[in-house]
Structure formats: C-alpha cells, structure tokens
C-alpha cells in the first residue's frame, strides 16, 4: 500500500559474509553519467584458495518512486568473516566496464572496504589513469572504425561523432598527462 505509514526495517542478523563498496564517479570531466549509472561492475573476490565472481550492472529506480544508495555493494561467501566481525585478509580484482567503452581495473583491492573508482578522464581511452601514448595507440587500432557494438570503438570515439579519426587525436593531444 502507497499510503501507509512509514516502517523503517533493520537487519540483526550475524555478519558472516564478505563485502565490498564501491563508489563509481562519473560527470564532469568523464564521457560516463554520475554515480556509473549504466556501468557493469565484474569483480573476483580472493581469499586464501577460496574464489567467488560476480557481476552487477549500475542501475537506478528499481523501486516506486525511489532508488537504492548510489553505491555499488557487493557481498561475497569467500572465506567467511568470524561471527564477532573481525576483519581478515582477503582482496579483489574489480573491472568497470563503463557506458563509454572504457574500462578501469583495480587490483588488490581489500574486502570489507568501501573504495572510490572514478570514470576515467574524456580522452583517457584505455582507462590507465593518464593520458597519453597508450591512448594514441588504441585510438590508432579502432581507426575508422564504425562498430558501436565494440567496447574498443566506443573507448575511442571520444567527441562521440561516430566516426574515429583526426578530431579524437587532437582530444588526446589536448589532454595529455604525460
Ligand atoms: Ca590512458
Ligand atoms: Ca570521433
């Protein structure tokens, strides 16, 4: 029912599971929306020889007239946490495909944390933190290349227009890191 009363519900339950958060910028400065609205998140979870994988899409509005929190929280059975809640080792390779094409890999990165990944910069096509050779090169191997399909042609489209070619170098020149 839409018009009762407000019930606020929490969860008691023993925390023996592993966890993960992550908070996907985006906006300005990125080809991606805020919050990686429309991103898919691949992440492996590693702890001792125990291995879990999972993946989630970056959605809004699953819920009437309302959305979850903007983060992106995953959790995982790998080598359960003692039921007092200490901490252990444990980590994960996470991936995020973002709506753009680009992709940001984060290794070693501890379970039972909340980490920040933001989308990377506009001309940043191969999604390493900088923006440089590396970036000419992939623009380089998707040349002309009209295959919207393809992650790598999407990367390297960066004004977007369709079509790969001398206006997407001059967005990297313009935006060189290093
Ligand atoms: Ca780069
Ligand atoms: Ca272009």
């Not at 990125?30 to 979870?45: D, F, L, N, Q, Y």
């Given at each position: 029912?839409?018009?009762?009363?407000?019930?606020?519900?929490?969860?008691?339950?023993?925390?023996?599971?592993?966890?993960?958060?992550?908070?996907?910028?985006?906006?300005?400065?990125?080809?991606?929306?805020?919050?990686?609205?429309?991103?898919?998140?691949?992440?492996?979870a590693l702890?001792?020889?125990?291995?879990?994988?999972?993946?989630?899409?970056?959605?809004?509005?699953?819920?009437?007239?309302?959305?979850?929190?903007?983060?992106?929280?995953?959790?995982?059975?790998?080598?359960?946490?003692?039921?007092?809640?200490?901490?252990?080792?444990?980590?994960?390779?996470?991936?995020?495909?973002?709506?753009?094409?680009?992709?940001?890999?984060?290794?070693?990165v501890?379970?039972?944390?909340r980490?920040?990944?933001?989308?990377?910069?506009?001309?940043d096509?191969?999604?390493?933190?900088?923006?440089?050779?590396?970036?000419?090169?992939?623009?380089?191997?998707?040349?002309?290349?009209?295959?919207?399909?393809?992650?790598?042609?999407?990367?390297?489209?960066i004004?977007?227009?369709?079509?790969?070619?001398?206006?997407?170098?001059?967005?990297?020149?313009?935006?060189?890191?290093?």
């Amino acid at each position: 029912m839409h018009s009762g009363p407000l019930k606020l519900f929490r969860n008691d339950t023993p925390r023996v599971g592993r966890w993960l958060q992550l908070e996907l910028g985006g906006g300005s400065g990125s080809r991606c929306a805020p919050h990686g609205i429309g991103a898919v998140v691949e992440c492996e979870a590693l702890d001792g020889d125990a291995v879990e994988v999972m993946r989630r899409w970056v959605h809004s509005g699953s819920g009437y007239q309302s959305s979850s929190e903007p983060v992106v929280h995953l959790g995982f059975g790998v080598g359960n946490s003692p039921p007092d809640g200490s901490k252990r080792g444990g980590s994960a390779r996470v991936r995020v495909l973002w709506p753009s094409g680009q992709t940001t890999v984060r290794d070693g990165v501890a379970l039972d944390s909340r980490v920040a990944i933001a989308a990377p910069a506009r001309a940043d096509v191969d999604g390493d933190g900088t923006v440089g050779a590396g970036d000419l090169s992939a623009i380089m191997a998707a040349w002309g290349g009209m295959d919207r399909a393809q992650r790598s042609v999407r990367a390297a489209d960066i004004d977007g227009d369709g079509v790969i070619d001398a206006r997407d170098v001059l967005e990297v020149l313009s935006g060189w890191t290093h």
